[in-house]
């Protein structure tokens, strides 16, 4: 078995108020391989920064057991902290100050060498405007250099929560190539979203949540191949007749905008049973699954199941 870098097993957080016991995080399982980008994804509110606070020594447990490293923590957090990056919360810069001189003080202050900022400033791809002011990057330059910030002590573990937040199209690329670039240099990347279209092209591995509770995990591919069948869009000169012989042969039609929408792994059945009730169709189109739509789908059904039930 692949050597897990997180792990944690129960892991539960109960907020109470007057109101009554949230459960924020229920009895999660969560299992990190070495290496590459591992998305952490759950709609709003449904747990992620959470979890991660506890991961961090941030927040405490209401029960469960975490390891980093294979080391227990928050126990043994000291004994593993310097492998860990981590951008939670927008990290405190000086806006007068240049983005180098930030890091620069900021690595005198943890003792690590000048050099490097260098090596993060380029990593991060600011090198060239590392010398203005903070208070003039834009916000995808900002979180670019909290990125920075955190590979001073060159973590072998990046946790990023939601580090696209806020940024447009292209901030959004430009950071995700900055945390491709650190999987492939086999650093193993945690990266939080709520936004499946931006991480799905990075990540070789996710855990999906819904209400704080495990709603899949496991290699992308495998996550998207095991979600269910296909489906496929057919064109035809005429819907109604094609929708009732493909509904005589068994199989599942819906209109859809350029047609039918039909719910089959299996191409060759729609063209013949079509085909044998005399209907040519004009076009045939494979619904590409992706992250995105496994997502949806598993994250609509937790919704559907339990409500308000992580109350
Ligand atoms: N300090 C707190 N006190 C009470 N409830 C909290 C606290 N922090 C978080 N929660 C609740 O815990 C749940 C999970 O919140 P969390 O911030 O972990 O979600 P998230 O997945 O990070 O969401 P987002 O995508 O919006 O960042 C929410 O219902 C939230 O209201
Ligand atoms: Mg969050």
Not at 23 to 43: E, M, N, R, T
Not at 245 to 260: E, I, K, S
Not at 261 to 290: C, F, H, K, N, S
Not at 297 to 306: N, P, S
Request: with cysteine.
């Amino acid at each position: 078995m692949a050597e897990l870098v997180i792990e944690a097993t129960g892991l539960r957080k109960e907020f109470r108020s007057r109101k009554g016991t949230r459960v924020a995080v229920h009895d999660l399982d969560l299992a990190v391989p070495a290496g590459g980008v591992h998305g952490f994804l759950g709609p709003n509110g449904s747990g992620k920064t959470t979890t991660i606070r506890m991961l961090l020594g941030l927040a405490r447990a209401t029960r469960g057991e975490m390891r980093l490293f294979g080391q227990q923590v928050p126990a043994h957090l000291p004994a593993v902290i310097d492998r860990v990056g981590a951008v939670v919360e927008s990290p405190k810069f000086s806006p007068n100050f240049t983005g180098r001189r930030n890091l620069l003080l900021l690595a005198r202050t943890i003792g690590v060498p000048d050099a490097q900022v260098d090596r993060a400033v380029e990593t991060v791809g600011l090198t060239g405007r590392d010398r203005d002011r903070y208070k003039s990057y834009s916000l995808g330059m900002k979180q670019r250099l909290a990125i920075a910030a955190t590979l001073l002590k060159d973590p072998q573990l990046l946790i990023l929560d939601e580090p696209t937040n806020g940024l447009d199209p292209a901030g959004i690329r430009e950071i995700r190539e900055t945390i491709r670039d650190l999987g492939e240099r086999g650093v193993t990347v945690l990266l939080s979203s709520h936004i499946l279209a931006e991480v799905q092209q990075v990540c070789t591995s996710a855990t999906i949540i819904g209400n704080g509770r495990l709603l899949a995990s496991g290699r992308v591919d495998d996550l998207i191949g095991s979600a269910g069948a296909s489906a496929y869009v057919v064109e035809v000169p005429d819907p109604a007749p094609a929708g009732e012989a493909l509904a005589a042969a068994g199989l599942v039609a819906t209109p859809a905008p350029d047609g039918l929408r039909v719910e089959t792994d299996d191409p060759a059945l729609v063209t013949r049973t079509l085909g044998e009730a005399g209907i040519w169709l004009t076009a045939l189109t494979p619904q590409r699954r992706d992250l995105e739509s496994v997502f949806l789908e598993l994250t609509a059904a937790d919704t559907l199941g339990h409500g308000e039930g992580a109350r």
